[in-house]
Antibody, heavy 125, light 107 residues
């Protein structure tokens, strides 16, 4: 069964740090781009960051650039999100997601499936 | 960044109803549009990718259409398990943005 399991969420103070992990199983982790997405209850998901299969290409949302760092360990089938200088507005459920692709002619379609179960991050004093 | 909007933001429907949800992109995204279903306390679940391709295991009552800036998700005959919130997502360019969601609840 293809599965993603996040961990590492919790309560952090403003300015503090947390490290999220996402353990993958049931597929060849090293073949896929991986993403982090966050969601505040009642709002739409918000893309946070992504990393390609070998870790050589990384992107961040402007809201987290310079504060968050994405990485992966393909030997451990694990994705990470190091979150520093946390702010109250970082409070959300954080999901990891696998990105699948399909090429049709000159189009490269991309989608997120599966997603992990999510881990709650709360930033508060 | 590409902005995604959805309409309506919520709708009330009955089992057996045909339901249509619209998603609009702020610029052309070809067919780089996905639809997800989310129930409370759960992660989003992929329904449709590439605007109209049904994900494996998803019931055929779900269908997607559209291209460029205007897209539609249709549920042909609403079932009890379909009461949920639906999100569209563009994967044309990073950041991959999502719509604000459409909540489908019981009339």
């Amino acid at each position: 069964e293809v599965q993603l399991v996040e961990s590492g969420g919790g309560l952090a103070q403003p300015g503090g740090s947390l490290r999220l992990s996402c353990e993958a199983s049931g597929f060849t982790f090293s073949d896929y781009w991986m993403h982090w997405v966050r969601q505040v209850p009642g709002k739409g998901p918000v893309w946070v960051s992504c990393i390609n299969s070998d870790g050589s290409t990384i992107n961040y949302a402007d809201s987290v650039k310079g504060r968050f760092s994405i990485s992966r360990d393909n030997a451990k089938n694990t994705l990470y999100l190091q979150m520093n200088s946390l702010r109250a507005e970082d409070t959300a459920v954080y999901y990891c997601a696998r990105m699948s692709t399909h090429r049709s002619s000159w189009y490269l379609y991309k989608w997120f499936d599966p997603w992990g179960q999510g881990t709650q991050v709360t930033v508060s004093s | 960044d590409i902005q995604m909007t959805q309409s309506p933001s919520s709708l009330s429907a009955s089992v057996g109803d045909r339901v249509t949800i619209t998603c609009r992109a702020s610029q052309s995204i070809s067919s780089y549009l996905n639809w997800y279903q989310q129930t409370p306390g759960k992660a989003p679940k992929l329904l449709i990718f590439a605007a109209s391709s049904l994900q494996s295991g998803v019931p055929s009552r779900f269908s997607g259409s559209g291209s460029e800036t205007d897209f539609t998700l249709t549920i042909s005959s609403l079932q009890p398990e379909d009461f949920a919130t639906y999100y569209c997502q563009q994967t044309d360019s990073i950041p991959f943005t999502f719509g604000p969601g459409t909540k489908v609840d019981v009339k």
